[in-house]
C-alpha cells in the first residue's frame, strides 16, 4: 500500500534577472544602450557581471532564477519577481524604482531618443503590449524596493568606494526612467523593481565590486521571498 501522498514540494520561487540593455533590446528602447562609462567601460558590461552574480547566487538558495536581455523574454512571464540591473551615468546617483499602479510607460522618440513621454511621438516606434500593474503589484514592488534600499544603503559608502549619492526609493511622482520602466510592463511578475548601482566613473572603485552588489540585492529578493511564504 503506498503511503499517503506528501504534501507537493512547494514549487521553487521564479526570479527574472534583467542585465539593463543588454541585447537584443526591447522594441520602442533598443537605441538607450545604457551608460557608456563604468569600471568595465560600459554600463551593459557591468549589468551583466552583477546579473550573473545575482542569478548564482539565488540558484544556490534554491531559487528558480532566470535570465532576461534587454527584450523581456519571454513577454507577459509570471513569476514571483522582476528586478532589472542599472548603473547610472558620471552625474548621476543610486538609486531604487518599483512598479506603481496606474500610470503607464515611458515613450520616446524612434527607438528611445528624446525625452520620456507619457503618450507616444508620431515618430515612436511601434511597442510590444503592456501587462497590467495592479495595487497588489505596487505594494509589493514597494516593499522590495525598501529592502533593497536597506541592504544596498549598507554597502554604498565611501568605505567600500562609492562617492555618488543613494537616493533610496525613488517616490511614485519621481524619476520616470525608474518608475515607468518599460520593464515592469513586460512580465506579470508579482514584484517588479530596478537599481541604479551608482554613478559610472564617480562609483568606479565600488561598481567594480560586482559580487558585494550581487550579494546585497540576492539578499534582499531572498528576505522578500520569504516575507511573503515563498521560500
Ligand atoms: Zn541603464
Redesign the pocket.
Known amino acids: 500500500m503506498l503511503a499517503a501522498a506528501a504534501p507537493a514540494a512547494a514549487q521553487a520561487p521564479v526570479v527574472w534577472v534583467q542585465a539593463?540593455?543588454e541585447g537584443p533590446r526591447e522594441p520602442g528602447y533598443r537605441d538607450?544602450t545604457?551608460?557608456g562609462s563604468g569600471p568595465f567601460g560600459s554600463?551593459v558590461a557591468f549589468?551583466r557581471r552583477v546579473a550573473a552574480s545575482v542569478v548564482r547566487r539565488l540558484r544556490a538558495k534554491g531559487v528558480d532564477a532566470r535570465r532576461t536581455p534587454g527584450l523581456v523574454t519571454p513577454w507577459g512571464a509570471e513569476g514571483a519577481t522582476f528586478v532589472s540591473i542599472?548603473?547610472?551615468t558620471p552625474e548621476g546617483s543610486a538609486a531604487i524604482g518599483h512598479a506603481i499602479f496606474g500610470a503607464g510607460e515611458n515613450w520616446y522618440h524612434g527607438e528611445g531618443g528624446g525625452p520620456a513621454s507619457p503618450v507616444p511621438y508620431s515618430d515612436s516606434a511601434k511597442h510590444r503590449e503592456a501587462t497590467t500593474v495592479s495595487r497588489a503589484v505596487e505594494r509589493r514592488s514597494r516593499a522590495l524596493a525598501l529592502r533593497l534600499a536597506r541592504r544596498f544603503g549598507r554597502i554604498h559608502t565611501p568605505a567600500f568606494g562609492a562617492r555618488s549619492p543613494f537616493d533610496g526609493v525613488i517616490p511614485r511622482d519621481g524619476n520616470v526612467r525608474m518608475m515607468r520602466f518599460y520593464g515592469y510592463y513586460r512580465t506579470n511578475a508579482q514584484a517588479r523593481v530596478l537599481i541604479?548601482c551608482g554613478a559610472g566613473g564617480r562609483d568606479d572603485a565600488f561598481l567594480r565590486r560586482t559580487e558585494l552588489i550581487g550579494a546585497a540585492i540576492t539578499g534582499a529578493l531572498i528576505e522578500d521571498l520569504a516575507a511573503r511564504d515563498l521560500r
Open positions: 539593463g540593455h538607450q545604457g551608460a554600463e549589468n542599472h548603473h547610472d541604479e
